[in-house]
């Protein structure tokens, strides 16, 4: 069985969706509960803002530069 990697607000319908299917809960990481992140920690937390607007770039093939 592979992993899940969740963020936001609602991970407890998705944690709770998991349990309902007998999804082994060592499986799913929450972002939020990883140390030294904030408690509401979101996958953009994971990176640096200029790693994250290339990597979102490249997925959207737009261009968005980092405001100063």
């Given at each position: 069985?592979?992993r899940?990697?969740?963020d936001?607000?609602?991970?407890?319908?998705?944690?709770?969706?998991?349990?309902?299917?007998?999804?082994d809960?060592?499986?799913?990481?929450?972002?939020?509960?990883?140390?030294?992140l904030?408690?509401?920690?979101d996958?953009e937390?994971?990176?640096?803002a200029?790693?994250?607007?290339?990597?979102?770039?490249?997925?959207?093939s737009?261009?968005?530069?980092?405001?100063?």
């Open positions: 069985m592979g899940a990697l969740i936001g607000a609602e991970t407890t319908k998705v944690l709770n969706a998991a349990r309902a299917a007998n999804v809960a060592t499986h799913i990481t929450v972002i939020s509960r990883l140390e030294g904030p408690r509401k920690a996958i937390d994971l990176f640096s200029k790693d994250h607007l290339r990597l979102h770039n490249r997925a959207t737009r261009g968005c530069r980092r405001s100063r």
